[in-house]
């Protein structure tokens, strides 16, 4: 305990100095929700390169959660879901119950290039399709896997902060 | 009277606690705050009485409870090397809570008629002392791992002293020095003891010293 | 119901309403800290319930007005106990209801109704949250009572207005170990009732671990909104009600401006220091596996049992 | 001829000629509205008496030796007032809820209105043989309604069993505590019964005091006597069970009140610590039954034994408080465990009749294949959660007011009584305490599990709203239960009077004389509901969109959740299961059925759990062993000769001269 306690003092903010706000436009409905956006992520099928990369930016060095960004447990609680992944032909329905499940005003964010357009598995027999092809989406987040850095400035489109 | 109060509380809570935890070391460090405690109750009888005797003994039981017992008890414990925790007592961790319940009511029960022999703020916290020795007997009973045990019988002691200050508050400086050797003695044959064991058998559990009487 | 009263009794709600998600918002930053984060300050758990009171209702398939009506219910014991408990005027507005039993038992309330809610929308989850969250109550009890036996004992009632004003007259008393005994016996109370670690973690993304967030896993915007409330508020009133019982001082004793506003501020220091040691605390704990609970437990009711002894026997 | 004593002989005459009538030609609603009359006669005469116009009557020749005697005084008048009650509210179910074929049967219709007027005699009895007739007549009587569905299975044979062999051993204990009561006093009747216990040897009234224990305590289904309750109540008939388990359980406590209290004038503070333990463990250990159980009438039965010990906590209290010489706290202890009586009363009447319902319209009552009732039956639904609240002694339940009465007691106390009353107290409130958080659990769990979320069988599906006289029946209740919840000072007077000393007051809000301590159910209910509107109004103000979409549940996006995926109430009841492993000691039995290609694979897995009862396994199997054993010995002397069991008879004549030959 009182090492625990030592390792606090001496580690004291590992959080970054946060970047400036990112230019460019909101998606609509984001407004309304006043700098604070619950997420449920929904992995959609993808290879978890882009799961590792949402746990650290919600770790204490990129620091999500100091938008007003938080990820939640069930799609009721949530203003945006978080997909990831190509959409595999077994998550195709479940992404768009989920989609019903979320109440309005809900906003959808594809992270990764998978997401967005099949990436590497474009064609596969067992894709679905780009999330675009299943339900609407308002942001989108490339790269393979995109970077924390990446994922936290498409997050803050949505809070505003 | 507050002081001898809240020494007595720290009694009982630490006596609970060493019962509560499962972690070795932190029984050991439990079991040190109570020699303190103890060593604070005696040092407020202390300053009641004003006597210089009393105050020596204060400082010797801080030494020997708070110091050289914890001190040997963990290096019995680094020496050990095995499982550094109480996992599976004979009776689980709530039910001996509840256990501790029950003595505790039956300490405050038996020890009323001495109470009433001499009723004082002192002799009104005897039950305390009744009870840590119950507890302490309670663990011996139940406690799979030698060094817990170990520890219950250090705890029984350290309330048959409360006991004995409190009822007259003059046990004497040569009487408490003879119990503390006595006490340092037992510790150390133990020690002794339990690393012949561990070297010989593999292991303190001594559910599995029934094996030897066969 | 004197004037004292109707001032705590206005003043009060307003207060812990208004407070305790700022009380929430304060932990979480005094947690992000510890964990070398920045936090999103201590406002934002306001933010989320302005968010929440915009968004859409949902009514899911197959459930009753129980699933409706238990947010309202729990936010409503929780009000009712803000109303009556003397935080801070030493004079209740509803003196009669000003009871620690009758405070316990409506707390009590609102967990049974959201746990009915839970059992109402028949998922798995639901159920298993509302199991959990029954076996815990039902375990609780015995030590919070026995607690407020040794603490209604000096006083010779359970009159809340009664314990807050003895512990005022009488500070030494707060010291006895019959009265620390039971203060350490009531915040592992708490702890259990407030759904905070061990006991639970309220910000788990785990199905399998959750209690309180197994129960409330269908709830949607404003329904949703109100239960944040609730159980924010019901930890600012558990804190308030340690801190009143153990330490009363600076609680308003007349009805001027000053005294109250001093009431107030005190309030407002005492209950954010509890959360801020609250929070610390929990950094340093891991959650407790649901049936190594009962062993927290059992040792704070014999805690209690101590204390309960202690002021019979230590006078 | 004064208002009580007119009441009683309306009941009694309105008892006896529904039952000639049902003799005659039994139809449910004649016999139905007649218990109903008979009950209402009941409630007036009990009122009356409460009021203070007692009465008294001797008939001498209607039994041999001496006579009947009856006498209505305040606590009789109560139990009296409480079982007419109870019979209104059955009477009125039974009209429907009797018509069925086996209900249908004259012994059963002739039953049940002998078994009230039986029960509205004994807290009448003035002397012990009234008593004891009217005491076998309220067995009899009620054994034959226990049985009335023994074509449903072999199951209702056994309770029946059960119930006749434990009922006549409690017989049998009273009478012999009476007897040996008697023969110190010049007669049998209680006023001469009062002034002889005042002389009463400590060792004789010790005897008397343990066997009116045991035999009063059997009836009220005080562990360890309480093994014929769980069976006897679910098996009968549910207006039946109402009967018995609201009515008939507090004539134990009467009985025990009557001669411990009353006739014993008190005594020693042994007697009220073995009261306060039984009434602690009953308490605890019924309710952690019920709470395992999974049965919703079994559920109801070990509440019920719950809540005859929370009673004898109150009472044992009461007589502690008494043998210490605090008579104020004593009588709060009393009134609050009189109270508690009256309210049990009410709402156990209303939970078994509720469960009456969901049985008819189900035939079910395994709360594993109930839920979902909410939709298609609604009023059996708000009555059994209105049930549930009063039993789970929260605001604004029946049940909370006197809880918070004992627990004001027993807080009380502790400064009353020395080192005894420091140990006890504590004790009693934890066990207070657990049995209230563990009533919570299991009336959530038989609540929400069997009426809300959705139906996990056909039946319950199936499912109908019962007719309007088994609702009316159980509206009768529920009124009864929100009036004790919301103004208990309206009944309190009555109670005190009953109690036999005043220690609360006040109109609205509870004040407890020479102890500080005050409630008001009704200001906490009104400001409840004014913060429930407040909240609510503020809501729908704030709120942007006020339209519920439906949505389905959230199912995690795989599919439709079958009802076989809902938590069951054995899988609710599971967590408290293995907190309570050691006491309750459960049969698990796991069977994992693999798939024949692969060991990997698991075709099924089976899960039974049995819960069996642990206190009557250790003492009642060993007793019934040795008793068996008896029998076969026993086998040697019964050949099948009808000379020799004419020689037996005749061999005891002339043993019985010779004894007094020689004894004389």
Sequence with gaps: ?161 | MEPLYLACGALLLTAVLVLWRRELSVIIRVFALQGAALAVLVGVLAAQENSAELWAVAAGVLVLRAGVLPYLLRRALAGAGEAQRETRPLVNVSASLLAAAVLTLLAYAVSQPLVELAPSAATQAIPVGVTVVLIGFFVLVTRRRALSQLVGFLLMDNGITAVGFLTTTGVGLVVELGVSLDVLLAVLVLQVLTTRMRETFGGTDLDELRELRD | MSALGVVGGVVQPVLIVAGSPLLVGLMRQVRARLEGRAGAGAGQPWRDLRKLLRKERIAPRGTSEVFRFAPLVLVATTLVVAVVVPFIATESALDPVADLFAVVALLALGAVALALAGLDTGTAFGGMGASREMTILALVEPTLLVAIFALSVRVGSTNLGAIVSSTLHDPARVISPASLLAAVALIVVIVAETGRIPVDNPSTHLELTMVHEAMVLEYAGPDLALVELASAMRLSVFLGLLANLFAPWGIATEATPLAVLIGVLALVVKVGVLGGLLAAAEVFVAKLRLFRVPELLAGSFLLALLAVAASFFLV | MNLSATGMAAAVAVGLVTALLAVIRARTAVIGAGTALTGAAAVFAGAAALAGGSFSLVLPGVLPLSGVALTLDPLGGLFVAVTGGVAVATGIYAVSYADTPDLRARGVQVALPVFVVAMVLVPAAANVATLLVCWELMALASLVLVVAEHRRGPQVASAGRWYAVMTHLGFMSVLIGLMVFVAHAPDDSFTALREAGRHLSPAVAGVVFVAALAGFGSKAGIVPLHAWLPRAHPEAPSHVSALMSAAMVNLGVYGLVRVGVDLLGGGAAWWWLLVLALGALSAVYGILQAAMSSDLKRLLGQSTTENMGLVLIGVGAAGLFASFGDHTLAALALTAALLHVVGHAAFKTLLFLAAGSVLHATGSRDLDALGGLRPVMPVTTAAFGLGALAASALPPGTAFVSEWLLLQALIHGLPAGGVTAAIAMPVAVAAVALTAGLAVATFVKAFGVGFLARPRSDAASNAHESPFTMLAGMGVAAVVCVVLALWPAGILPAVQAAAGGVAVSGDVTLRLDQATGALSPLLLTLGLVAAVIVVAGVVRAVVARRVRREARLWDCGGGPMSARMEYTATSFAEPLQRVFDDVVQPELDVDVSHHQESRYLVQAVEYRRKMPDRIERRLYRPVLSVITAWGEAGRVLAPGSVHRYLGYGFYAVCGVLILLAVTR
Excluded at chain 1, 19 to 28: A, V, Y
Aim: glycine share 12%; proline share 10%.
């Design chain 1, 1 to 161: 305990m009182l090492s625990l306690w030592r390792k606090i003092l001496r580690t004291g903010r590992v959080a970054e100095p946060p970047p400036p706000l990112p230019e460019g436009d909101r998606p609509e409905g984001a407004a309304v929700l006043g700098g604070s956006v619950q997420i449920r992520h929904v992995d959609a099928g993808s290879c978890n390169g882009c799961e590792i990369e949402i746990g650290s930016a919600f770790g204490p060095v990129h620091d999500g959660e100091r938008y007003g960004a938080r990820l939640v447990a069930s799609p009721r609680h949530a203003d945006a879901l978080l997909v990831t992944g190509v959409v595999t032909r077994n998550m195709a329905e479940p992404l768009r119950r989920t989609f019903d499940a979320v109440p309005a005003p809900k906003l959808v964010v594809a992270v990764g290039d998978c997401a967005r357009n099949c990436g590497v598995f474009a064609g596969a027999y067992g894709v679905a399709g780009a999330v675009r092809d299943v339900v609407p989406v308002d942001v989108e987040i490339p790269g393979c896997p995109p970077r924390p850095e990446a994922i936290v400035e498409g997050l803050r489109k949505l809070t505003g902060r």
